[in-house]
């Protein structure tokens, strides 16, 4: 078995900061994704990477950056929060589509903009 | 536009009661349809999981009934536990080698009251 590590698990920002959330993987796996998750509205998919040094937009990309530094871990930076920014932001793995994609998800990462 | 709708958004049953989840999708394209599971402060986990080939998936207690004419399945509890009580999301996504995008539905809080 796995394990998808986030931190932090609560990050506290001031409206207009730069925010970073890191995610860790030791799955081996090859793809990484970052949804955000708000009550009533599911989860919505912001980055994913394919592979190392990959980058792919998902449907909520625009005020997001996100970085694949190596296999096992991949980050996103809010770039400036927004109070309505304030949601679960969930880091996830898969072997990749031919495995039927199932996704192997981290425990999420509270994102607080005072 | 979304993709991918459930119904109810929340559902009460009592223990040992069978408890109906609906999903439908609207991209005919759609044929691998993984229904994941979310304890409050967890991240969601694969549950069960059905191809557009088949019209029935079970699995112990939980089956999902596929109608591909219809772009509607149901995720059926049967012998609803206390321990059921969680969000059920509904995804959906294309087979296929470059695709990687898993679309989730909103999502259904089951309750199961003893």
């Known amino acids: 078995g796995g394990i998808i590590t986030q931190t932090p698990k609560f990050l506290i920002g001031q409206e207009g900061q730069k925010l970073t959330l890191k995610c860790q993987q030791n799955f081996n796996h090859d793809t990484m994704y970052w949804y955000r998750q708000d009550s009533g509205k599911g989860l919505r998919l912001i980055y994913y990477s394919i592979t190392e040094n990959d980058l792919q937009k998902g449907d909520l990309s625009e005020g997001y950056d996100a970085s694949r530094e190596k296999k096992s871990s991949f980050s996103l930076t809010v770039t400036s929060a927004q109070k309505n920014e304030m949601a679960v932001f969930l880091c996830a793995s898969s072997i990749g589509p031919n495995s039927g994609n199932t996704l192997y998800f981290g425990e999420g990462s509270r994102l607080i903009v005072v | 536009q979304q993709q991918v709708r459930q119904s109810p958004q929340s559902l009460t049953v009592w223990e040992g009661e069978t408890a109906i989840l609906n999903c439908s999708y609207e991209n005919s394209a759609f044929d691998y349809f993984p229904w994941y599971q979310q304890f409050p402060g967890e991240g969601p986990a694969l549950l069960i999981a059905?191809?557009?080939?088949?019209d029935k998936k079970e699995d112990g207690r939980f089956t999902i009934f596929f109608n591909k004419r219809e772009k509607k399945l149901s995720l059926h509890i049967t012998d609803s536990q206390p321990g059921d009580s969680a969000t059920y999301f509904c995804a959906a996504s294309e087979s296929g080698g470059s695709n990687y995008k898993l679309t989730f539905g909103k999502g259904t809080l089951l309750t199961v009251t003893p």
């Open positions: 059905i191809r557009s080939v088949s």
